[in-house]
């Protein structure tokens, strides 16, 4: 099993900056990559980015541009740098991991329990 545990959610104002943090635990030899996901109030789970074990990434079309995503393999840590925030952002945001890539951008195995993101405008 693995556990992934998020960290640096908060409230911020229109246009500021957050980064979170994900740090991975357990059976971490079984994961090659990881990802970020979304869900907003009333709203379906939607995926934001994830990132494989060579580094490769991928996005939703609605942060390109403003989110980046990357990892510490070392470290076991994925990281969402997310910029230009606006209050449509404004949601629960989920750590992801699964063995393979194209699974975590669409059905990930390993969840996280998720940090709350807030955008005030």
């Known amino acids: 099993q693995v556990q992934l545990v998020e960290s640096g959610g908060g409230l911020v104002q229109a246009g500021g900056s957050l980064r979170l943090s994900c740090v991975a635990s357990?059976?971490?030899?079984?994961?090659?990559?990881m990802g970020w996901y979304r869900q907003a109030p009333g709203k379906q789970r939607e995926l934001v980015a994830g990132i494989g074990s060579s580094g490769n990434t991928d996005y939703a079309d609605f942060v390109k541009g403003r989110f980046t995503i990357s990892r510490d393999n070392a470290k076991n840590t994925a990281y969402l740098q997310m910029s230009s925030l606006e209050p449509e952002d404004t949601a629960v945001y989920y750590c992801?991991?699964?063995?393979?890539?194209?699974?975590?951008?669409?059905?990930?195995?390993?969840w996280g329990q998720g940090t709350q993101v807030t955008v005030s405008s």
């Open positions: 992801t991991a699964d063995q393979v890539f194209w699974r975590v951008l669409n059905a990930p195995r390993y």
């Open positions: 357990g059976s971490t030899f079984s994961i090659n990559a």
